[in-house]
């Protein structure tokens, strides 16, 4: 009996439970771990893994790996779960593995699914064990290790992160599904219609347990048409994932029209406008990176020194949601669009940076002056390097007024603030310096 398997009768199995993978060639995705030629994929092949952590979320894999391991490994392998397991369950496998060890001179892997749910007691027991070789750990877990697991345990283990499946991958394993006349429907009369499987593989969001439920729901619950086939269209898929069909092409016209509308909701300052298309963008499934990296742009580019606080909101924001993930995520995305809608609104940054671009291009040749040029090296001042180049904080207010500009560009002017929000207030200052310089 397979340690996975709790029926040994294939067929009465879920498909999602026959289709995992045997080896791991089988496995769709993680290329940049499993790739031919990543450490993970040599570590398995070679049967020399040390411990490991597996973390992504749901349906991406973890436990398929493991299994992988599990079919291939000559090392004896055995299976918790954090979620019902404790240190007696942990306790009888330590024994087992010390007397396979010790007899046999055979390793042990132990394989604990969420193993987050293991509290601080749990872990430290197990420590030592791992640090010791008795036992090979396969960590799995939805949840970031670095928060989850004790820092002395991560420290022996390396972590491997999983990605949601990418699009082509699900479709990959759709296709599998409809031609495996062993574990999966290939000997049924099944038809799919395209829009219906890109539906599918879109809306798992890049969970394959859950796009393989709902195709295994499409071939139960529909009747076979007058030619004898079973005909999953649109609305079926729609009905078996029990979402509707967006009208929206991630490579196509919605995609830009949707992302458009919503740059220039919150550049427009209409934050129910930013909400409605931000949630179309979601609910399509709308990569949320992009979305975020966006909200960076629209943050620098259309309220700059305005309120520079934009950029910190919308950066920290990306930074959330690739550690997070949906549906968290998406209130994570709405305050940092929100923000940026309801912020002061300024092209300085943009202008200043723009003009002086062309500038810079035409004029490569133009040499810097030389009280700027470096002057770290001995004799450097002899050449005239760095001569004239004062100490700022020698002044009053740290303002020379010196200007810095190339002799040939001197009457070139890029800076020009509004007086919308904080740049009003950097004007003060800089008129103060100004004047104070004239003064003294």
Known sequence: MNLFDMNDDTNKLPLASR???????????????????????????????????????PGVGKTTIARVIANTTNSHFCKLNATNAGIKDVEKIIEEAKFNQSAYHKGTILFIDEIHRFNKTQQDYLLPFVEDGIVILIGATTENPYFEVNNALLSRCQIFELKPLEKQDLITLIERVLSDQKRGLGNESIMIDEEAKMFLADMASGDARSVLNALEIAYLTTDKNKAGNIHITLAVAEECIQKKAIKYDKDGDHHYDAISAF????????????????????????????????????????????????????????????????????????????????????????????????????????????????ASYKNAHKLGRGVGMDNIHAFPYHYSGKKCMPEQLSQRHYFDLSQIGNEKRIQTFLDYLNNNLKTR
Do not use: W
Request: with cysteine; hydrophobic share 40%.
């Open 263 to 374: 740059i220039e909701s919150m550049k427009h300052t209409d934050p129910d406008a930013t909400l409605y298309y931000l949630a179309r963008m979601l609910i399509a499934g709308e990569d949320i990176k992009y979305i975020a990296r966006r909200i960076c742009v629209c943050a620098s580019e259309d309220i700059g020194l305005a309120n520079s606080q934009a950029l910190n909101v919308a950066t920290s924001a990306l930074l959330a949601i690739e550690r997070i993930g949906m549906p968290e995520s998406a209130k994570i995305l709405a305050h940092a669009a929100l923000y940026v809608c309801c912020s002061p609104k300024s092209d300085t940054v943009s202008k200043g940076i723009s003009m002086a671009m062309d500038d810079a291009q035409n004029s490569t040749d133009v040499p810097i002056p030389p009280f700027l040029q470096d």
């Open 19 to 57: 289709m995992r993978p045997h080896n791991i060639d089988e496995i769709v995705g993680q290329q940049h771990i499993l790739g031919k030629n990543k450490l993970l994929y040599r570590a398995i092949k070679a049967d020399r893994l040390g411990s490991i952590i597996l973390y992504g979320p």
